[in-house]
């Protein structure tokens, strides 16, 4: 089992920055990709940005030139770095990781959410 622990959401203002944090922990042999999605209140959840273990990242275009997916010098964590907000941005934003373990067998596993609210 994997468990994924998100911080860093909050309320922040138009035109602010917030940086958010998770970690994932559990039975994890092999990291193929993590990222970030997001809901807003009616919408369907969203690719936010991934980064894919030696690949690429690849971000949703909404949030494209605004946002930026790292992974952390700490195993299994990935950082979203969030500027120049818009209330659009508004929404709960959950991490997302897949993988393998170490008893075999593929997983993918998602965060409780953290809450981002943009509104001044």
């Known amino acids: 089992q994997v468990q994924l622990v998100e911080s860093g959401g909050g309320l922040v203002q138009p035109g602010g920055s917030l940086r958010l944090s998770c970690a994932a922990s559990?039975?994890?042999?092999?990291?193929?990709?993590m990222g970030w999605y997001r809901q807003a209140p009616g919408n369907q959840r969203e690719l936010v940005a991934v980064i894919p273990s030696g690949g690429s990242t690849n971000y949703g275009d909404s949030v494209k030139g605004r946002f930026t997916i790292s992974r952390g010098n700490a195993k299994n964590t990935v950082y979203l770095q969030m500027n120049s907000l818009k209330p659009e941005d508004t929404g709960v934003y959950y991490c997302?990781?897949?993988?393998?373990?170490?008893?075999?067998?593929?997983?993918?596993?998602w965060g409780q959410g953290t809450l981002v609210t943009v509104s001044s």
């Open positions: 559990g039975n994890i042999l092999s990291m193929y990709a």
């Open positions: 997302h990781c897949e993988g393998s373990g170490w008893t075999g067998g593929a997983f993918n596993a």
